[in-house]
């Protein structure tokens, strides 16, 4: 069922962005610890995975129900979703 | 119209395509003639940039017509679709 | 001087990190408030790019120091060095 | 030996991008021949993820020779050098 399914993908995607905060918490300890530059450089690029994790999450939830509903329902915001889509993915590519 | 602004956006990418081809035939000439390092690290910097457009070219394509249409078509192949477009983006991001 | 030079960068990284850090929980605030999924990618694209450029300067800071200090005393501990900063930068770029 | 080692990663460097000039040309092919979007994109996302190993293999070869040989001989130039790296794994990162 969509909303439920919805409903569980939110909660993945707030548990996701709440274990990444504490990762930024811990990579800012390591900074003040002076721990080896290229062990916090190697937290850097995991954090940095995570996040493309939730931003690929959010973008299934976008065109799974925002756009879906859009196209389902006919008239021209089913294109204007699919651009506006593809307009946040291509800033997610270039980031 | 649909299929003629298909037959643009393909020609756009050929286009694009070619170019790149051309870019990479010019860095492979860079390396032969021993040509500064940095500066034949901006221009692989540069391709992959333009690699990058391209793929958000062909994403906008998919989502616009070969999603857009299983979608419009009701069913469960419209889901099937959504998930296949969300993975291959994944691939993108994480390349 | 160098040594205040590496005070000034560390303060400056830290200083990105609590603010990425607060971004994150912001994030988070908005996929409670249902806000709408291309908004919050957004954010997630411009937390990525924050913690990019902490990255990069971690790796300024890691060849200005580190490295230097390693090549400069000569012996095979400079190659190893590089070495070890190649593969950092390495997972950076395919994160 | 750096130089034999220097020609050997010349080589390969070379190697790689008459490769990826290939693939290049493969994916032009495949998009005039209406190709599935989807196997269009992964070509991409390979040729991408490809070319972001000979920008690694180029990083690792002017830390080795060119960075290297400018901290060693003392002097400005060896911090020159290093800020010059950074800025284009910077642009690298960034692509």
Chains 1, 2, 3, 4 share one sequence.
């Not at 129900?65 to 329902?73: E, I, P, Y």
């Amino acid at each position: 069922m969509i909303v439920a399914g919805y409903e569980m993908e939110k909660d993945q995607i707030s548990a996701r962005l709440a274990r990444i905060e504490g990762q930024v918490r811990g990579i800012a300890r390591m900074v003040d610890e002076d721990r080896y530059c290229i062990e916090v450089l190697d937290q850097v690029s995991a954090v940095t995975k995570a996040l493309q994790q939730v931003a690929i999450g959010l973008v299934h939830e976008h065109l799974a129900h925002c756009v879906t509903d859009a196209v389902a329902g006919g008239g021209p915001s089913g294109a204007e979703k699919i651009d506006e889509a593809a307009e946040a993915i291509a800033r997610l590519v270039r980031s």
